[in-house]
């Protein structure tokens, strides 16, 4: 750049810059022409294509970049006819289909009406044939999009669809502006600042319809659209939402770039190739941060249509990347559970009720609206840092189910009318320690499937499930069980495990099941063992794809069918209080199974109990399965230690002890909760301390 050139673009940038945090909502924001890909921006600009499908987000993002390639004093392309053919050619397509009432589109909503807005506010002339049409245009998608009075009337977040609603609610700011529409700018900056902005939960994660968390690959754009709001109005309130999305990335994001998708919605869980890293760029400009700058580094001499204006907004150089730190657990808050990594081995338990506003939102007063959980649990084998695809296999679901009728179904993820298993109704508790963690959990199985269920739950299923796991640096074992609290009649009783190698063609590969004994199985470089089960009706499975395309078998289902199960669409009667179990364990393959894994208490209707012997130490999980606190009383060997130590998921105490075998346990239990019971000699495994992402994330 000359001397001329960066003396004119200081200038221009002294002046500006408090516009990046909210000048007018007409400003053209001043790039930096030292930001990485400066030299690539408009790239994705088609200059001499006549033709726009108005569909996409390709397109949507392409209309933005045109707009400023035309408009922008940077832009080597300032009013070049062929950059103005090519964005009227898209602006027409986009607004045809807003003419015709075509539904929401969150795919231009936000780009169409702001490239709009700047130029009808910058070059009217240039479009002075379309104005009175394209107004009208604007006008019915705001319309549309005002259909939502849960949010932009009554602004409730339990039925917010974060990455969705937030990029409408900028199309209908901007138009709005575009249009002089006062009404469309304040409905959509309530909707933004007083409902969308307080989604941010946790350690960085957000709601997905409901109360869900969000996958990475929705949280890439909930954050470019956070931080397009927040340049061009300055919302404190956007600002704070972005505050608190600092540890998402470098905490979800696995190495290889594959994140727990288990801990997310209940389908599309291997969407697509996003892996947050675009909102990891993004993130470390904005804040410095070098976790975020570790992923997000490996895009930035890339061109990125969807961010690259914001980078050449928000650009800070002398960043150093800092090299995310493994061999830990911690307790998540986003999903309210344990996380841990090891290299080349992760898990993670999901605590978090997505059906009800608690604890973040106390005050909603209103339940979501999404089915439930699939699982509570996932496990993956992953590979290298920096390889986006190398995905070693993962275990992404487990969970007992029934067959509702006879038939097939290709919906997986929520089982249609064919399969229930979805939770409802949660009573989940969880522990984190530095060397272990566990989960508890007894809910209902739910009729509902979807986000356009009634607000009424509505009493689901007579079958309850029951799961307590144990998450450590070797492995993940859970007692998982299934029970019916009235006679029921239904077509099949099982517990189902999802294996899942990736999503053809986007990441991952084609993994065979292979079953390497009668109770032990290898997928990809995961190892699964069922010690224990009283299902009775041996093993199937069944080739899937985790987003129901029909040429995409990388995953599989593996099935603990009941002895009465016949698998040919029978009805089968079960009689009140049923009971099914089945003890699982998942390793990467280089480590080793359990000395032992077993159900203590099995057909128990107080109590779950659940003992996993390792080399070094044991473990005991005792899970009150009632809603009365209860006493537990046992005997337990002294397995491989001379320590004991009990460990609460109501209380943060823990208390060690030396002891003479056998241990005598008596503690009351709390209504649905759990307590481990940990056998050592090594002091390590009697650690009470429970560590959070500050305590790991620490730049060195």
């Known amino acids: 750049m000359t001397a001329l050139s960066r003396l004119v673009f200081t200038s221009f940038f002294v002046q500006s810059l408090p516009m990046v945090l909210g000048g007018a909502v007409t400003d053209l924001h001043p790039l930096d022409p030292d930001s990485p890909a400066f030299d690539l921006l408009y790239s994705d600009v088609q200059v001499g294509n006549p033709t726009a499908t108005g569909t996409g987000f390709k397109e949507g993002y392409e209309t933005l970049n045109a707009a400023y390639a035309y408009l922008h004093p940077q832009s080597p392309h300032q009013y070049d006819p062929d950059y103005l053919a090519r964005l009227r050619a898209l602006l027409d397509a986009r607004m045809s289909r807003w003419q015709q009432n075509e539904g929401i589109d969150i795919t231009s909503s936000f780009g169409t009406a702001y490239a709009y807005l700047l130029m009808k506010y910058h070059r009217p002339d240039d479009i002075s044939d379309k104005i009175e049409e394209w107004d009208d245009s604007v006008e019915k998608m705001g319309k549309e999009i005002l259909k939502n009075t849960l949010l932009y009337e009554d602004h409730i977040l339990a039925n917010g669809w974060l990455n969705g609603d937030i990029r409408l609610a900028l199309g209908l700011y901007t138009g709005g502006a575009a249009i002089d529409n006062v009404e469309y700018q304040e409905k959509a900056s309530e909707a933004i600042d007083m409902v969308l902005s307080q989604a941010v939960v946790g350690d960085g994660a957000s709601h997905y319809v409901g109360f869900n968390t969000e996958v990475a690959t ?122 841990g990594r090891w290299e080349d081995w992760a898990v993670v338990a999901n605590g978090r009720d997505p059906q009800t506003p608690e604890p973040d939102h106390p005050d909603q007063g209103y339940d979501g609206r999404m089915g439930g959980k699939n699982t509570f649990v996932g496990a993956l084998a992953v590979g290298s840092w920096e390889n986006n695809t190398s995905l070693k296999a993962a275990l992404d679901g487990v969970c007992p189910e029934f067959k509702n009728r006879p038939g097939t179904t290709d919906d997986w993820a929520r089982g249609a009318n064919t399969y229930r298993f979805l939770s409802q109704d949660e009573e989940t508790s969880t522990i984190t320690r530095k060397t272990f963690g566990s989960l508890a959990t007894r809910y209902r199985l739910s009729t509902r499937r979807s986000a356009g269920a009634t607000e009424d739950w509505g009493k689901g299923t007579d079958w309850l499930g029951e799961q307590v796991w144990l998450l450590t640096g070797d492995r993940l074992v859970g007692l998982v069980q299934i029970y019916n609290e009235t006679a029921a009649t239904v077509f099949g009783l099982n517990t189902r495990i999802s294996l899942v190698g990736g999503r053809y063609p986007i990441l991952g590969r084609f993994y065979e099941l292979d079953e390497l004994s009668p109770n032990e199985f290898r997928f990809g470089e995961l190892q699964l063992r069922i010690p224990e089960e009283n299902f009775g009706g041996g093993y199937s499975q069944e080739r899937f794809s985790v987003n129901n395309h029909p040429s995409d078998d990388r995953a599989v289902m593996l099935r603990l069918h009941a002895v009465e199960d016949e698998r040919d669409d029978s009805a089968i009667e079960y009689r009140a209080g049923t009971r099914r179990y089945a003890v699982i364990e998942c390793i990467q393959e280089d480590r080793s199974f359990s000395e032992k894994a077993e159900n203590l208490l099995p057909n128990d209707e107080k109590f779950a109990v659940l003992e996993v012997t390792e080399e070094d130490r044991k473990f005991r999980l005792v899970q009150n399965l009632t809603d009365e606190t209860l006493k537990y009383s046992g005997e337990m060997d002294s397995g491989p230690g001379t320590s004991v130590s009990l460990h609460k998921s109501w209380s943060a105490d823990v208390r060690v002890a030396d002891f003479q075998p056998p241990i005598s346990l008596n503690m009351e239990i709390p209504p649905y909760e759990h307590a481990v019971v940990v056998v050592s000699s090594e002091e390590k495994h009697h650690d009470a301390k429970t560590q959070f992402y500050e305590d790991i994330f620490t730049e060195g």
Do not use: C
């Open 218 to 339: 929705y949280r890439d754009t909930t954050i470019n659209s956070f931080l397009w709001w927040w340049t061009l109005t300055g919302s404190p309130k956007a600002k704070a939402a972005l505050d608190k999305t600092i540890p998402y990335v470098p905490l979800s994001v696995e190495p290889s770039g594959f994140q727990e998708q288990s801990t997310g919605i209940p389908y599309k869980h291997s969407y697509n190739g996003i892996r947050g890293r675009g909102a990891a760029l993004a993130t470390a400009y904005l804040y410095g941060d070098r976790y975020n700058y570790f992923f997000g580094s490996q895009k930035e001499n890339s061109y990125n249509p969807e961010y690259s204006l914001l980078y050449a907004i928000h650009y800070r150089e002398g960043l150093e990347p800092q090299t995310p730190p493994s061999n830990f657990m911690l307790y998540d808050r986003a999903i309210m559970g344990p996380r």
